[in-house]
Every structure is written in structure tokens, then in C-alpha cells.
């Protein structure tokens, strides 16, 4: 992509709701399904290794705020860190996996909450790799010239989908009052924020910039069945006529077809689908393990990690674990906001330095994606 | 939730060893990626498997586990002197699963099927063209490429095979004697796993050999899935 001009992030945001939430009381807020606490919760967050998050909702089922404003604070936090302003924005690119609204798309509800004048804008909606597929399309806008400032932001607002009414009455809850597993492990993984990121087409004047090398999206969709999903049942996910439309909203709750849920069996072949594609970029030379000074992986699972480490040594692609920067065990799992938030946060620790090189790795479980973007490290230019 | 445990070999130092590995998963991931997708694996990941798939995956499995002995003992007596413990090794494989073709007919028999018809079974397309492809890599002076070849097959044991044959027990109801070979090769192939880094390190320096064992993985993957695209019950 040598014919577009540079591109920098020349600020993050991070924007976390309410108050940090232990391990002990999250179920309070989510409230426990059938009247009683999971029975899979501690040995979910065993694990998933998560031992903090924060929600956008109270124990009472009380809104703090929407996924849009979470992003549009996520925003004027990474416009603020960047040294702008709302008025210096021309292009916002926006990704969540569930909006607040069904419709129109998430960015132009982000706008709305950010408020002012004409933006060009552009919603992306999948999992956790919809926060890349966003950023590729403001980096390019600003690469080709069509923008000087676009901000890129991915929000999560999980929790709603895990309160009880959206599994009660619904064929995911057992005789005995027991959420299936499918749904359950979500709620112990999934939580609520937002994060962004400023690309300008030149870096700023103060502080480190990130010169965003390239972003990269592989999707193994045409030969894998959608792994985690929302709308529709188990049964259901790759029929024509499976989703939850079909039958209308009253039917598609009573067969459990609304919640999001993951295939456990078919998660284990997508992990090593991942890990596949990131051989074939090492071995192929676009990415050299040996030249990243920092990695963030947004990896979902604890175990996830265990198995990659494993199979990253054992061929020669390991990047050092030393180098390995991740916010999963105190921020918890956000989904998409997940990389916006983690490198929010590498760069507030002071760890970088100019020429550094960072590699962030987005896997999606979804139906099977993985994004990669490689970031080089840049000092003040005066 | 080792997944890759029985894929990879743990602590392998060399690195055109770990080059070979690598270049080797890649191609895994990319046939068990293609697997996905058939038709018959889809029936199976989807729930819509019959019995009467289950049976003509067991007639296809038994055709190349009944030619993987001979193969593999072929191969072994075009192994020259100075790789003797390659030789051994081979050899020991070949004797350890020669007769497990049996284990197929009696799933067969086990579920319902009448030994007569496994035995009469004959190979799809895919399996022709995998068959005719290993006794041909088998037939060449030192091949070595093989071994590339293996690490797909023996994947498929301590990857693929388990689970596959949970699957199938859970949707046609199957007793665990019905499903042997799935279920025997999902527990015990991990250790033969462990042998491949061993027949791996002496051969592996050479750039020739290891390109030859990573295209021989690349063939060998296509025409199985040719071989599992091809069963239509």
C-alpha cells in the first residue's frame, strides 16, 4: 500500500463504565438466571483467567449508559490524548458486534452522541475483528487523502444480553432452571466498554506516534460454521431460513434463538485455524516474530493462550512472552473494544520507544476471522 | 485443552526442524479447514448424519488404513543403510497398524452393517488417487517425503479422529465397540505423534528433503479431502 501516505494513531482512548467489578459480585449485576447462581461460573473464570470488568448496567437492571456514548467518550478521550477536538474530526469509523439499535448502524448512533457538524461515517459489525475491519477503512481514508483526522472506535454492551428475561422462557434454560452451556460461558467471559484510536496523516508534534504499517483480515467463513453467534439456535445457525426472523421475535425467544452463544467443539478447530493463518503470515515473511517489540493479542481464554504459546514455540514463531502486553485479566473481555483498550493502555504505561514495532492479533471466533495490524513506534517531530 | 498437543511435538531445538513443522501446520490448518467444509463432515458437524454415512466413511477408511501398512512397508524397504532408525521406525508403524483395518469391519459389523458389503467396498475417486500417490511416493529411493504425508495422516488420528467419533456416537446412539477405530485412534496416536520430531531431526536439514516433505504433506491433504469430498452415502 506504498501509494497511500503514511498514516499515524496520534491518540487512544479508553472508556470503562461504572466501577471495577470483581469476580465475587459480577453475577449480582447480571443477575442469575432461574433465580440461582450458575452452576459453570467459577469454572468459567478459571478458565478464562478474567478476575475483573466493568458494566454498563446496575445490579437492578439500570442503564449507565448506551454502547454509542461509551464509544463517543472513548473517542473524545483518544481526540483529547491526540491533542483535538470534536471540530477536527472528518471521518469516524465505528464497530460494536450488537448495537443499540437494530438499525441504521452504530456509527452513525456514535455521531449522534458525539454530536456537531457533517462526518463521513462507516459501521462495521461482526465480533471482536469488527474493530480492525473499522480501523482498515479509517486508516485508508486517511491514507488515500479523502480525510486528515478520522477516529476509529469498537464499544461492547454485552451485558444486557446476559440478564435472565433474554434466556427465561426460552428452550436455553432447562426443566431443572439450568442456562446451557453454550449461552452460559459467555456471561462469565463477555463485558462492557469502549476504546478508540485518532489516525491523522501525519504523527504530532509531542509525545509517540504509531505509524500504522498495515492491517490485515482473514476470514475462513467459506469453510467454517458460525462458531459464536446471536440469532439463531445451535440447530439453526447455518440454514437459509434459520434466523431468528423467520418466525418473529416472540418464537425466537421461546426457541433461544436471541442469545449469543459459542460452539465449544467447533472452537477448538478455529483456534488452530488462527494459529494456522499466523504461520503462514510468519513463514511468508509479513510478519517477523524476532522484530515485534510488543504484542497484543486479543486472546478470549486463558487456555487459548496456553495452546498458542504451545504451538508458537515448537515451530519457531513464538514472540517472547516478555513482550506480551494484555488488560484481559483486570479489564476483562470486550470484545471489540478489547485492542483499542489494550493499546490505550500499553501506551499510558510508558513501555514504548520510538522505532519499536507492535503487533496486534485479533482473533474472532465468530465464524472463524482474524485481523492483524502492525504498529511502528514514533518520537516527537520537533 | 491441549488441542495442538498431539499435532506438534513439545521442545524440538532445530531450527530447520521447526522451519519443516511449521510450514507442516500451516498445511494442516489448511486441510482441517478444508475438511470442514465437505459434505460429509458437514452432515456430521451440523446433525445430519446417517448411518448410512457413518458406513461409507468406514468402507473409504479401511481402503487406505489397509493400504497405509503396505505402504509404509514398501517405504521402509527403499530406505538405505544410512538411515537406519528412520528404517526401524517405519517398520515398527507399519507393524503396529497393519491389522487395524479389522477394527473398521468390526464398527461395521458393530453397526449394523454386514461384513460381506465393508469387504467388497471399493475406493472413491479421492481414495483411488491417494492410494495410487503413497505407493507411488513409497516406490521412490529414500522417500523421505513421506514423512510429510504422515504428519497429515497421524494428525488426523490425534486430532480429527476422537473427536469424530464422539460426534458420531452421540448422533446415531452408537455403543463406544461401534466406534472403535475413531475413538482407539484418538487416544493412541498422540504417542505416535511423538516418534515424527525423532524421524524428523536427521532428514530435515536438507532443503531438498524439506521441501519435498511439506509438498508431500500438500498432495497428500488435497487428495484425502478428495477422498472424504467424494463419500456420498
Redesign the interface.
Request: glycine residues 10%.
Given at each position: 500500500m506504498s501509494y497511500l501516505r503514511p498514516v499515524y494513531i496520534t491518540g487512544t482512548g479508553a472508556f470503562l463504565p461504572g466501577e471495577h467489578i470483581g469476580n465475587a459480585d459480577m453475577e449480582a449485576f447480571l443477575g442469575a438466571v432461574g433465580g440461582r447462581p450458575s452452576p459453570l461460573g467459577r469454572r468459567a473464570l478459571r478458565?478464562n483467567g478474567i478476575a475483573g470488568r466493568h458494566y454498563a448496567l446496575e445490579p437492578d437492571g439500570r442503564w449507565l449508559h448506551s454502547n454509542a456514548s461509551m464509544c463517543a467518550d472513548a473517542v473524545r478521550l483518544a481526540l483529547g490524548s491526540a491533542g483535538l477536538g470534536r471540530e477536527d474530526l472528518d471521518c469516524l469509523t465505528a464497530a460494536t458486534t450488537q448495537g443499540d439499535l437494530l438499525a441504521p448502524g452504530h456509527a452513525s448512533a456514535v455521531h449522534g452522541e458525539l454530536g456537531g457538524g457533517g462526518l463521513e461515517v462507516a459501521s462495521f459489525q461482526s465480533v471482536c475483528a469488527s474493530a480492525l475491519m473499522a480501523a482498515k477503512y479509517a486508516w485508508m481514508a486517511v491514507g488515500a487523502g479523502d480525510a486528515d483526522c478520522a477516529a476509529t472506535t469498537a464499544g461492547e454492551f454485552s451485558s444486557r444480553w446476559f440478564r435472565p428475561e433474554f434466556y427465561e422462557g426460552g428452550a436455553l434454560v432447562d426443566a431443572k432452571g439450568r442456562l446451557s452451556m453454550a449461552a452460559d460461558f459467555l456471561r462469565f467471559t463477555l463485558s462492557d466498554g469502549a476504546g478508540a484510536v485518532v489516525m491523522e496523516g501525519r504523527p504530532k508534534p509531542d509525545g509517540l506516534s504509531l505509524k500504522v504499517e498495515w492491517i490485515d483480515l482473514v476470514s475462513?467463513a467459506?469453510?467454517?460454521?458460525p462458531c459464536m453467534w446471536a440469532g439463531a439456535t445451535a440447530?439453526n445457525r447455518?440454514e437459509r431460513e434459520g434466523a431468528w426472523s423467520r418466525h418473529g421475535p416472540v418464537a425466537a425467544h421461546a426457541s433461544g434463538a436471541l442469545a449469543l452463544q459459542q460452539d465449544f467443539?467447533?472452537l477448538?478447530?478455529v483456534?488452530?485455524?488462527w494459529?494456522?493463518?499466523y504461520?503462514?503470515k510468519?513463514?511468508a515473511g509479513r510478519i517477523d516474530p524476532k522484530a515485534v517489540d510488543h504484542l497484543l493479542c486479543h486472546y478470549s481464554a486463558r487456555?487459548?493462550r496456553?495452546?498458542i504459546v504451545?504451538?508458537l514455540q515448537?515451530?519457531?514463531?513464538m514472540i517472547p512472552e516478555p513482550r506480551w502486553f494484555t488488560t484481559l485479566a483486570e479489564s476483562g473481555n470486550v470484545g471489540s473494544a478489547s485492542i483499542w483498550i489494550m493499546l490505550d493502555a500499553l501506551m499510558r504505561a510508558n513501555r514504548v520507544k520510538p522505532g519499536e514495532r507492535i503487533l496486534c492479533i485479533v482473533p474472532e471466533s465468530g465464524r472463524?476471522m482474524v485481523g492483524f495490524m502492525m504498529l511502528q513506534v514514533v518520537g516527537a517531530t520537533r | 485443552m491441549n488441542h495442538m498437543q498431539g499435532l506438534i511435538p513439545e521442545a524440538v531445538p532445530d531450527a530447520a526442524v521447526s522451519d519443516v513443522l511449521r510450514k507442516l501446520a500451516v498445511v494442516w490448518t489448511g486441510f482441517e479447514a478444508r475438511l470442514e467444509a465437505t459434505p460429509l463432515i458437514r452432515k456430521l458437524t451440523r446433525g445430519r448424519f446417517e448411518l448410512a454415512d457413518y458406513h461409507a466413511f468406514l468402507i473409504q477408511l479401511r481402503q487406505q488404513v489397509q493400504d497405509g501398512a503396505l505402504w509404509m512397508s514398501r517405504a521402509a524397504s527403499n530406505i538405505d543403510v544410512a538411515h537406519l532408525e528412520l528404517r526401524s521406525t517405519l517398520m515398527r508403524h507399519a507393524v503396529a497398524e497393519h491389522r487395524d483395518f479389522r477394527l473398521l469391519e468390526a464398527d461395521f459389523v458393530a453397526s449394523g452393517g454386514a461384513l460381506e458389503t465393508i469387504q467388497a467396498g471399493r475406493k472413491n475417486i479421492g481414495s483411488e488417487a491417494l492410494s495410487a500417490w503413497m505407493f507411488h511416493q513409497a516406490s521412490i529411493p529414500n522417500p523421505f517425503g513421506l514423512l510429510g504425508a504422515m504428519f497429515i495422516i497421524e494428525g488426523l488420528g490425534s486430532i480429527k479422529a476422537a473427536e469424530w467419533g464422539r460426534r458420531v456416537r452421540e448422533r446415531l446412539s452408537l455403543p463406544p465397540q461401534a466406534v472403535s477405530f475413531l475413538l482407539y485412534h484418538g487416544e493412541n496416536d498422540s504417542e505416535h505423534m511423538q516418534t515424527f520430531a525423532e524421524m524428523l531431526a536427521p532428514v530435515a536439514t536438507c532443503p531438498a528433503t524439506a521441501a519435498r516433505i511439506v509438498r508431500c504433506a500438500e498432495v497428500t491433504a488435497r487428495l484425502y479431502a478428495l477422498q472424504i469430498e467424494e463419500i456420498v452415502a
Amino acid at each position: 500500500m506504498s501509494y497511500l501516505r503514511p498514516v499515524y494513531i496520534t491518540g487512544t482512548g479508553a472508556f470503562l463504565p461504572g466501577e471495577h467489578i470483581g469476580n465475587a459480585d459480577m453475577e449480582a449485576f447480571l443477575g442469575a438466571v432461574g433465580g440461582r447462581p450458575s452452576p459453570l461460573g467459577r469454572r468459567a473464570l478459571r478458565w478464562n483467567g478474567i478476575a475483573g470488568r466493568h458494566y454498563a448496567l446496575e445490579p437492578d437492571g439500570r442503564w449507565l449508559h448506551s454502547n454509542a456514548s461509551m464509544c463517543a467518550d472513548a473517542v473524545r478521550l483518544a481526540l483529547g490524548s491526540a491533542g483535538l477536538g470534536r471540530e477536527d474530526l472528518d471521518c469516524l469509523t465505528a464497530a460494536t458486534t450488537q448495537g443499540d439499535l437494530l438499525a441504521p448502524g452504530h456509527a452513525s448512533a456514535v455521531h449522534g452522541e458525539l454530536g456537531g457538524g457533517g462526518l463521513e461515517v462507516a459501521s462495521f459489525q461482526s465480533v471482536c475483528a469488527s474493530a480492525l475491519m473499522a480501523a482498515k477503512y479509517a486508516w485508508m481514508a486517511v491514507g488515500a487523502g479523502d480525510a486528515d483526522c478520522a477516529a476509529t472506535t469498537a464499544g461492547e454492551f454485552s451485558s444486557r444480553w446476559f440478564r435472565p428475561e433474554f434466556y427465561e422462557g426460552g428452550a436455553l434454560v432447562d426443566a431443572k432452571g439450568r442456562l446451557s452451556m453454550a449461552a452460559d460461558f459467555l456471561r462469565f467471559t463477555l463485558s462492557d466498554g469502549a476504546g478508540a484510536v485518532v489516525m491523522e496523516g501525519r504523527p504530532k508534534p509531542d509525545g509517540l506516534s504509531l505509524k500504522v504499517e498495515w492491517i490485515d483480515l482473514v476470514s475462513l467463513a467459506g469453510q467454517f460454521d458460525p462458531c459464536m453467534w446471536a440469532g439463531a439456535t445451535a440447530g439453526n445457525r447455518t440454514e437459509r431460513e434459520g434466523a431468528w426472523s423467520r418466525h418473529g421475535p416472540v418464537a425466537a425467544h421461546a426457541s433461544g434463538a436471541l442469545a449469543l452463544q459459542q460452539d465449544f467443539h467447533l472452537l477448538k478447530t478455529v483456534i488452530r485455524a488462527w494459529i494456522g493463518v499466523y504461520l503462514q503470515k510468519v513463514d511468508a515473511g509479513r510478519i517477523d516474530p524476532k522484530a515485534v517489540d510488543h504484542l497484543l493479542c486479543h486472546y478470549s481464554a486463558r487456555s487459548l493462550r496456553e495452546e498458542i504459546v504451545q504451538i508458537l514455540q515448537t515451530t519457531d514463531a513464538m514472540i517472547p512472552e516478555p513482550r506480551w502486553f494484555t488488560t484481559l485479566a483486570e479489564s476483562g473481555n470486550v470484545g471489540s473494544a478489547s485492542i483499542w483498550i489494550m493499546l490505550d493502555a500499553l501506551m499510558r504505561a510508558n513501555r514504548v520507544k520510538p522505532g519499536e514495532r507492535i503487533l496486534c492479533i485479533v482473533p474472532e471466533s465468530g465464524r472463524a476471522m482474524v485481523g492483524f495490524m502492525m504498529l511502528q513506534v514514533v518520537g516527537a517531530t520537533r | 485443552m491441549n488441542h495442538m498437543q498431539g499435532l506438534i511435538p513439545e521442545a524440538v531445538p532445530d531450527a530447520a526442524v521447526s522451519d519443516v513443522l511449521r510450514k507442516l501446520a500451516v498445511v494442516w490448518t489448511g486441510f482441517e479447514a478444508r475438511l470442514e467444509a465437505t459434505p460429509l463432515i458437514r452432515k456430521l458437524t451440523r446433525g445430519r448424519f446417517e448411518l448410512a454415512d457413518y458406513h461409507a466413511f468406514l468402507i473409504q477408511l479401511r481402503q487406505q488404513v489397509q493400504d497405509g501398512a503396505l505402504w509404509m512397508s514398501r517405504a521402509a524397504s527403499n530406505i538405505d543403510v544410512a538411515h537406519l532408525e528412520l528404517r526401524s521406525t517405519l517398520m515398527r508403524h507399519a507393524v503396529a497398524e497393519h491389522r487395524d483395518f479389522r477394527l473398521l469391519e468390526a464398527d461395521f459389523v458393530a453397526s449394523g452393517g454386514a461384513l460381506e458389503t465393508i469387504q467388497a467396498g471399493r475406493k472413491n475417486i479421492g481414495s483411488e488417487a491417494l492410494s495410487a500417490w503413497m505407493f507411488h511416493q513409497a516406490s521412490i529411493p529414500n522417500p523421505f517425503g513421506l514423512l510429510g504425508a504422515m504428519f497429515i495422516i497421524e494428525g488426523l488420528g490425534s486430532i480429527k479422529a476422537a473427536e469424530w467419533g464422539r460426534r458420531v456416537r452421540e448422533r446415531l446412539s452408537l455403543p463406544p465397540q461401534a466406534v472403535s477405530f475413531l475413538l482407539y485412534h484418538g487416544e493412541n496416536d498422540s504417542e505416535h505423534m511423538q516418534t515424527f520430531a525423532e524421524m524428523l531431526a536427521p532428514v530435515a536439514t536438507c532443503p531438498a528433503t524439506a521441501a519435498r516433505i511439506v509438498r508431500c504433506a500438500e498432495v497428500t491433504a488435497r487428495l484425502y479431502a478428495l477422498q472424504i469430498e467424494e463419500i456420498v452415502a
